[in-house]
Every structure is written in structure tokens, then in C-alpha cells.
């Protein structure tokens, strides 16, 4: 373990549902981030929270949806979701925004 | 747009060799991670490199940085199985007033008996 928690570790969901990936991390870190890891592509950041306010959206669509309600845990809702969604889903904290990051192991999603 | 680029992106050796990752990227940097993912697993982070000329050894993988030329290496000397994995360089640098962290393809090695 990192030191960094996300759950499940695998979905499977159909493009209708909704479901809400979640990441914890005890290590006193100010800053989370999730990350996409997809077969062909390199890992893409996706939304940053520093403080629990949200610095960064990389132009993700709206069907995912960042929550961060304490520096602890960090959420990613899902909805609607297309096939292209499936990747590897990546936690990341650091004590503070560029220093240090702990990677969690991921949640792996299929839209089917 | 900051680019890392790879090279290899697929690299298949023999135990007991000698190998060498790289890692070009086209902007200023503050700091150039190495990072090690098994299959179905988290990332692992094997280096960070702050300065020009920073050189750090950990057992048989060695990281290297030369800001001006924007290049860092991983040295691979005398192979075995367990390095079996796949190698990405990550790039800690601001972007329109953000830190954000850009990784590279990833380099899958494979390290045959």
C-alpha cells in the first residue's frame, strides 16, 4: 500500500449508470489529483484540488465530476459514460501542489 | 504545449545487459520523476531529479538529468527479471500559471532469462 486508498479497485458499468470512484489518502498531503491511463495514450491529469478547492480541470467532459469535500478524500462521479471512458483511473496526493505525488493503485472501468 | 517523449517505447534484452531509457522534453523543468508500474499496479517512484548534472543510483537502475539539453536517462546495467516492468519519466513544470506533472508514453521492458 501507498499510503494513498482508491476503491473499487474494479467497475464495470453500462453508458446509463452512475457510479463515484473514490480515493483517500491519510498521509497529511494538501493536494489530489486523478489521472486517466488509457492503452494507447500517456497518463493525462485530469482535475487538481489543492486545499480542497479545485485548481485545474484539463478539459475533461462534464460527464466526469470532481468532488474533494476534505484535503482526505477525493471523489470522481461518473455518469453517462461512453466506451472510449474505459482506462485505468489514478489517485495521486502530494504534501503540496509539484512536490512529491503517491499514486494510488487505481480503479480499472469498463463502460460497456 | 510541454511534449515528454520516450525512447524506446518497447524494449525486450537479455539478463546481464546493459540498457538505456530516454527521456527528451521540450520545455523548462523544475523537477523530472522516474516511475516503475507493474502490470494492474500503482506507480512506483524510483527517482526525482532537481538540478543539472543530478545523477541518482538505486541498486541496478541508475537516472540521470541534463537540463540544457532537456534529456534524462535511466541505465539499466546488468539486467534481471525482476526490472520487468514498464518505465515512465514524468516533467513537474508550470503550465499557464498551474504545476502540473506530464508524463511520458512509457517504456514496457522486458527482461528475458
Known amino acids: 500500500e501507498t499510503g494513498v486508498t482508491q476503491t473499487p479497485r474494479h467497475l464495470v458499468m453500462g453508458m446509463t449508470n452512475k457510479k463515484s470512484l473514490k480515493c483517500e489518502q491519510h498521509l497529511g498531503h494538501n493536494a489530489m489529483y486523478w489521472y486517466k491511463q488509457s492503452a494507447k495514450k500517456p497518463l493525462e491529469l485530469m482535475f487538481v484540488y489543492n486545499f480542497k478547492e479545485q485548481t485545474e480541470n484539463n478539459s475533461v467532459p462534464s460527464r466526469f465530476s470532481p468532488e474533494c469535500p476534505n484535503s482526505s478524500h477525493l471523489f470522481l462521479h461518473l455518469h453517462t459514460l461512453q466506451p472510449e471512458d474505459s482506462a485505468l483511473y489514478l489517485c495521486?496526493?502530494?504534501?503540496?501542489?509539484?512536490?512529491?505525488?503517491?499514486f494510488g493503485s487505481g480503479t480499472r472501468l469498463t463502460v460497456v | 504545449e510541454l511534449k515528454v517523449e520516450q525512447n524506446p517505447l518497447f524494449l525486450s534484452m537479455q539478463e546481464g545487459k546493459n540498457y538505456t531509457i530516454y527521456c527528451n522534453y521540450s520545455?523548462?523543468?523544475?523537477?523530472l520523476y522516474w516511475y516503475r508500474q507493474d502490470p494492474g499496479k500503482s506507480l512506483e517512484s524510483l527517482f526525482v531529479?532537481?538540478?543539472?548534472?543530478a545523477v541518482k543510483q538505486e541498486g541496478r537502475l541508475m537516472a540521470s538529468l541534463d537540463t540544457k539539453a532537456r534529456l534524462s536517462t535511466l541505465h539499466i546495467t546488468a539486467a534481471v527479471h525482476d526490472l520487468s516492468a514498464t518505465y515512465f519519466c514524468a516533467v513537474d513544470t508550470i503550465i499557464q500559471g498551474a504545476q502540473k506533472l506530464v508524463f511520458g508514453q512509457g517504456t514496457r521492458l522486458t527482461i528475458n532469462p
Open positions: 531529479l532537481l538540478s543539472n548534472g
Open positions: 520545455t523548462t523543468s523544475d523537477r
Open positions: 495521486a496526493s502530494s504534501r503540496r501542489t509539484g512536490y512529491g505525488y503517491t
